[in-house]
């Protein structure tokens, strides 16, 4: 496995890759790798010849109070993580790599950027979809996978893909999760102990609203409702949203019909979790 840090050297790894007509698979991440970023790589081997996994954690998505400076960085353990399920090259570049001075250029997604994480950080969807423009761009994968982990993201860069005609297929993956239901992410490291346990309140709340559409209910509200009252029980949660947006188009809508996305956003200190489920009526 090679571990490519400038953007020309991706660029000769993947023309050399493409003149012996391999397809290409592009699984972009923040690395402090775990395993759901490794079902995404296992997913991408499976249906590509060649996988290559982008490790950056991209400045231009974090806001100015956020956690860029302390996010967690281990090439290392990644490369090993990484190469044990068969990904053929890590882009590792550096910020001035991807942003040389006088950088100038960002792409912006309008409307599904106004809400859920798009309200409650600023300029995040910016710097996803600009990084991510410029790593299709780079790689010019066949496919590339993204987790449902972050349901708001891949409607964002589908969105992108579609608008801008990025020839580029998209695939989602579906959340991975602890043994006690916490979805797994880099940042649950942050967690203490006891903040570790109370976080089994996000799964469990998604669990709870699956059951009552399970059993029939179909009011938004009511769902909404339940959903946050199991969350705000629970001492050290605080809560930064709790929404249900029709799927995939995120509209407010008041009654279950089809597909809707139950996202959520909660605090446990200064941490903070995401995690979705998607409600289907069936
Ligand atoms: P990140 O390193 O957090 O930017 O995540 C990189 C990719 O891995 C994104 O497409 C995430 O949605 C995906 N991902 C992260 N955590 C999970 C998870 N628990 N299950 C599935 N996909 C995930």
């Known amino acids: ?59 231009t998505q974090f806001g100015p109070q956020e956690d860029l400076a302390c996010y967690p960085r281990d090439l290392t353990g990644d490369s090993e993580k990484a190469n044990g399920v068969g990904v053929d090259a890590i882009f590792h570049p ?33 710097g996803v979809t600009t990084v991510v423009s410029k790593l299709f761009n780079i790689v010019q994968p066949d496919k590339a996978f993204f987790g449902q982990k972050d349901a708001q993201q891949v409607l964002v ?9 990025m020839n580029v297929q998209l695939e989602m993956v579906p959340i991975v999760r602890e043994d ?8 649950n490291r942050y967690l203490s102990t006891e903040e570790r346990s109370a976080a089994m309140v996000l799964s469990q709340s998604l669990s709870l609203a ?25 001492p050290l949660a605080s809560l930064d949203y709790v929404e249900i947006y029709n799927y995939p188009e995120l509209e407010s809508v008041s009654t279950l019909s089809t597909k809707a996305l139950l996202a959520l956003a909660v605090r446990f200190g200064t941490t903070r979790l995401i995690d979705n489920t998607i409600l289907e009526a069936t």
């Open 180 to 187: 006690d239901g916490l979805a797994m992410s880099s940042r």
């Open 94 to 126: 550096t910020a001035a790599e991807m942003y040389p001075n006088r950088y100038a250029s960002y792409v912006h997604v309008e409307k599904i950027t106004a809400k859920l994480c798009g309200l409650s950080r600023p300029g995040h969807f910016r």
């Open 157 to 165: 860069i589908d969105q992108m893909v579609r608008d801008l005609n």
């Open 210 to 234: 699956q059951q009552l559409v399970h059993d029939g209910e179909r009011d938004i509200a009511k769902i909404r409702t339940a959903v946050v009252s199991v969350i705000t029980e629970q």
């Open 1 to 59: 496995m090679r571990v490519i840090e400038t953007i020309q050297e991706m660029r000769a790894f993947v023309s050399a890759a493409r003149r012996q007509g391999k397809s290409i698979a592009l699984v972009p991440t923040m690395g402090a790798l775990h395993e759901g970023h490794l079902t995404l790589m296992r997913r991408a081997k499976a249906q590509c010849d060649i996988v290559i996994t982008s490790i950056f954690v991209n400045p």
